[in-house]
């Protein structure tokens, strides 16, 4: 799990930190599986959906550029527009 939230923050500057990515999700899988609503699709959206598995993510997305940008690239989102 670090490698991969290494691999976001350094692809994704001005986003979250490590340090918040980390403690975000240790939150999460001491909870998983679990209801996780997220605001906003992002280029972390994966992370997300992996993290929460058997559990249910849902995410909000209210920018239509973004979210046909990041449906397109993660098909396997569950989403609300």
């Not at 990515?21 to 906003?40: R, S």
Request: net charge negative.
């Amino acid at each position: 799990m670090l490698d991969e939230i290494e691999e976001l923050v350094k692809n994704n500057p001005g986003q979250l930190t490590e340090e918040e990515y980390f403690t975000i999700a240790k939150i999460i899988d001491n909870k998983k599986p679990c209801n996780l609503l997220i605001f906003g699709l992002g280029n972390d959206s994966s992370f997300w959906l992996k993290l929460n598995q058997n559990g249910e993510t849902v995410f909000i997305e209210d920018n239509n550029e973004w979210y046909d940008k990041i449906t397109k690239k993660y098909p396997i989102l569950r989403h609300i527009w």
